[in-house]
């Protein structure tokens, strides 16, 4: 008798699902980009992205700007990878602390947070981060003030 109830049945279903890349183009690696964000980001901007006054910024709904410019892909990778220093002023409101990077984490599995980011919580139709992005980001060797000058250049539309 099958005594494991609905949640397990689910939890057995996703490395399937994982493993087959089911259902619509980029689910599986959204799905792994929701995963790796309650762990590595959920705790400052919290697990649907609303952020906390005051603390983290808002990263839900909150990125049209950045994700306006052609180089949003190049942001959001080095923001990941090098970490961000404010002051930045995200949805009306001030934020100066720092952002952590996570530059241990595999190509790939920044790529999945990044796109998760500008899919699930921003709306974007297409992923913007490409591993050629995060490569980049690597090399650049920046550190988190370049973040805050890329942001800045970005959305002031300078090239
Ligand atoms: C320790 C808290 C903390 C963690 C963990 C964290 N962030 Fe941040 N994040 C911040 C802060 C704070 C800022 C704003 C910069 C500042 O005030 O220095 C920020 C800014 C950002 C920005 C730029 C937003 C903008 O308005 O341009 C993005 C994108 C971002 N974080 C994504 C993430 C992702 C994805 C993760 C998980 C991999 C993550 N953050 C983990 C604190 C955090």
Redesign the pocket.
């Known amino acids: 008798m099958c005594t494991r109830g609905f949640a397990g049945v689910v939890r057995a279903a996703v490395p399937a699902m994982l493993a087959i890349g089911c259902g619509p183009a980029g689910s599986a690696e959204s799905l792994v980009g929701e995963t790796?964000?309650k762990q590595?980001?959920a705790?400052?901007?919290q697990a649907d992205g609303t952020g906390v006054p005051g603390?983290?910024?808002p990263?839900a709904n909150?990125?049209a700007g950045?994700l306006a410019s052609p180089r949003a892909g190049e942001?959001?990778a080095h923001?990941?990878v090098a970490g961000?220093?404010?002051?930045?002023v995200?949805a009306g409101q001030n934020?100066?602390?720092?952002?952590?990077a996570?530059a241990q984490l595999s190509d790939d599995e920044i790529v999945a947070?990044?796109n998760f980011?500008a899919r699930a919580l921003n709306g974007a139709t297409e992923d913007r981060v490409t591993r050629a992005n995060v490569i980049a980001a690597r090399e650049r060797r920046g550190g988190p003030a370049d973040s805050l000058r890329l942001?800045r250049a970005l959305l002031s539309g300078q090239p």
Do not use: D, K, T
């Open positions: 790796l964000f590595h980001c705790a400052c901007h603390l983290a910024p990263l909150a990125l950045q942001y959001l923001v990941l961000l220093v404010g002051p930045v995200s934020f100066n602390s720092a952002m952590p996570v947070i990044a980011v942001r």
